[in-house]
């Protein structure tokens, strides 16, 4: 980035999985992780912004000048740090994999196992991060990701609507790529347009995607 196309700007982006405890040893998780959203903070970074990244459970370093790292593990967690985070940020990027629901207690001891019986878990909603922040007055320019496994345009420009999103960015699952490869191939959606960004390292990919994002930003906000 020559021109430093995000220089000054305050972006907070969220990456990884959450993970919902079930009981002290146990929880639902799923298979973010992370690289693209850290490869997107990273990119960021490069392009001038004062970065604050929100991770979930992940085992990866932090990208070299990124202003601040906040860990988290459950989705409760991370809706409150990006809550807090994004309160006087530009942009919002979320790439995390955030856990639809979670367990309506977390035990407090191991559970037993009851030899012959089915076990049933209960689950409650977890909030939306996106659609909570898109739903204030005042929010930053918002980015979501839609990992698809069909209908990939179809449901990403739902979830571009129903969410109140400035941008997705929407991946196809599958094929050797998305979640735990070094590959991605990207199509970004915003309301009158897309760009497709083909098959290519995650830490290209995040650039590309940056450098869409910066010119959408300016083109809405100036
Ligand atoms: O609806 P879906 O989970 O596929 O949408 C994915 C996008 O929404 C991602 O950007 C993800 O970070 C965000 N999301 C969120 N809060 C949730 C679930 C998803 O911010 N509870």
Redesign the pocket.
């Known amino acids: 980035f020559g021109d430093r196309v995000l220089h000054g700007k305050k972006v907070v982006v969220?990456a990884g999985p959450t993970y919902e405890d079930i009981d002290p040893v146990r929880f639902i998780g799923n298979r973010s992780s992370g690289r693209m959203g850290f490869a997107v903070a990273e990119a960021a970074a490069q392009a001038g912004a004062q970065v604050t990244l929100v991770a979930g459970p992940v085992g990866l370093a932090s990208p070299p000048n990124i202003a601040k790292r906040i860990d988290v593990r459950s989705?409760a967690q991370m809706h409150a740090a990006v809550t807090e985070a994004a309160a006087d940020a530009d942009i919002y990027i979320?790439?995390?994999?955030?856990g639809?629901y979670r367990p309506n207690t977390i035990a407090a001891h191991k559970l037993k196992k009851q030899a012959g019986a089915e076990l049933t878990l209960q689950l409650a909603e977890?909030?939306?991060?996106?659609?909570s922040l898109s739903a204030q007055r005042a929010h930053p320019f918002l980015v979501?990701?839609?990992?698809e496994t069909q209908n990939v345009e179809s449901y990403a420009r739902d979830?571009l609507q129903r969410?109140g999103l400035d941008m997705i960015a929407a991946n196809q699952v599958g094929d050797g790529m998305g979640f735990e490869t070094a590959d991605n191939a990207i199509t970004l959606y915003w309301v009158d347009g897309s760009a497709e960004l083909p098959r290519a390292d995650k830490a290209i990919l995040a650039r590309q995607l940056i450098e869409h994002i910066a010119s959408r930003y300016k083109a809405v906000r100036g």
Do not use: H, R, T
Request: net charge neutral; proline share 5%.
């Open positions: 969220s989705a979320g790439a995390a994999a955030v639809d977890n909030p939306d991060i996106l659609a979501g990701f839609a990992a979830k969410k």
